[in-house]
């Protein structure tokens, strides 16, 4: 009998727990033992029962409702270290756990893809140092990995959509709905920053869907004549117009041509000294990752969760680990390590304002 495992790691998405509820009753209904670790790769560094639990059918009841992720969640540093990843090893070994998915974001799943990489090496430390017995050494000669992208900033490649970004964009357009309210009253002006990284995504969409005045996102950076000329324009022409209400949305990482990040305090200051409006900052922060999933990011979760147990039973260890992704509405496996090589490709080239081949990127499907 089969025993899969999932773990939740890196940053906490809504939606996560509708994964992990359709990875557990996936598993269990095609007939495999059922396991969760605890705290992303910190409970596999820790071992234990405590750290990988094995789950049953109820365990998981009424989790599709829930935000967050309820078997937590850690950054750890061990893992990225071998002796941490050998310890993860002995302890998946000693839990009789023989597959792994991993719902995270591009970190977690260049971890998970390591670890299945060294998984043979790992292995013979451990018999060579009497740390699982050859038994135990026979049985685990190859770990099945499999990732889900659980991420609210929609920044992985080969996927067009991670589980968490849309609740997350529902939580940044319902904030800036809220804003927008005040702002009227008062006739104010607000910037409103919001998350995602080096990705513009969520700033972009929610500022198409808030009909927001003006959007900074890193892939679209200017020099700040250029923006602050532009937006003042636009701001000034819709106030023209008899407009009560500016909305600016900044993305986390936007940046101005020559690179240097503009911040929701550079434009409050455009705003106030050129334009003269009453201007305030809202920060939106850990608002946008809380609260419960919207429906789409659990319906998501709940196919790719059964996509992942369905990949793990039907890999082999000449095949390379599948990453579950949304395709056109479809859910497809896309080698886990090209999706996760194209996604960094993309963050250099923004890094290193080549947008252009962060763009071409973006539309490619696999890198050279
Ligand atoms: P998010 O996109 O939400 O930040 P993420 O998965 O990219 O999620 P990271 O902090 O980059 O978040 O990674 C989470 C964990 O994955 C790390 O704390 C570490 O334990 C593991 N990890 C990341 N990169 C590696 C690596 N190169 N080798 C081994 N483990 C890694």
Not at 352 to 361: G, N, P, T, V, W
Request: net charge negative; proline share 3%.
């Amino acid at each position: 009998q089969k025993a899969i495992a999932v773990m939740t790691s890196g940053g906490d998405a809504p939606g996560m727990n509708s994964n992990v509820r359709a990875i557990v009753r996936s598993a269990i209904f095609k007939g495999c033992r059922a396991f969760v670790v605890m705290e992303g790769y910190e409970g596999l560094v820790r071992g234990g029962p405590e750290y990988i639990k094995e789950f049953h059918w109820e365990d998981v009841r009424g989790w599709s409702a829930e935000g967050g992720t309820n078997i937590g969640t850690a950054r750890c540093m061990e893992f990225k270290k071998r002796e941490g990843r050998l310890l993860g090893a002995q302890h998946l070994i000693e839990a009789g756990v023989d597959a792994l998915i991993v719902c995270g974001g591009d970190g977690s799943l260049t971890g998970a893809d390591l670890f299945r990489s060294e998984w043979p090496s790992l292995i013979d430390e451990l018999l060579k140092t009497n740390r699982i017995s050859n038994e135990q050494f026979e049985r685990m000669k190859h770990l099945n990995i499999c990732g889900t992208v659980g991420s609210i900033d929609n920044d992985m490649s080969t996927t067009d959509a991670t589980i968490g970004a849309y609740s997350a964009l529902d939580r940044i357009c319902k904030a800036i709905d809220y804003v927008e309210a005040t702002a009227n009253s008062h006739s104010r002006a607000f910037v409103v920053e919001v998350m995602g990284r080096n990705c513009g995504w969520l700033a972009l969409l929610a500022g198409i869907a808030t009909s927001a005045d003006y959007i900074f996102i890193p892939e679209k950076p200017a020099t700040s004549s250029e923006w602050q000329d532009q937006m003042c324009d636009i701001v000034s022409k819709h106030r023209s117009r008899g407009k009560r209400t500016t909305i600016v949305v900044v993305a986390e990482g936007a940046i101005s041509a020559d690179l240097t990040p503009i911040s929701p305090g550079d434009v409050h200051k455009v705003l106030v000294d050129r334009l003269g409006l009453d201007t305030r900052i809202t920060t939106l922060g850990h608002v946008q990752r809380g609260g419960t999933a919207v429906a789409y990011d659990r319906i998501l979760a709940t196919l790719q969760g059964l996509e992942a147990v369905n990949a793990v039973l039907e890999s082999s260890p000449d095949t390379p680990s599948p990453l579950i992704a949304v395709n056109e509405n479809k859910i497809v496996r896309k080698p886990l390590m090209e999706s996760v090589k194209l996604t960094k490709a993309v963050a250099e080239a923004i890094q290193a304002k080549d947008f252009k081949r962060a763009m071409s990127l973006r539309d490619t499907e696999f890198i050279e």
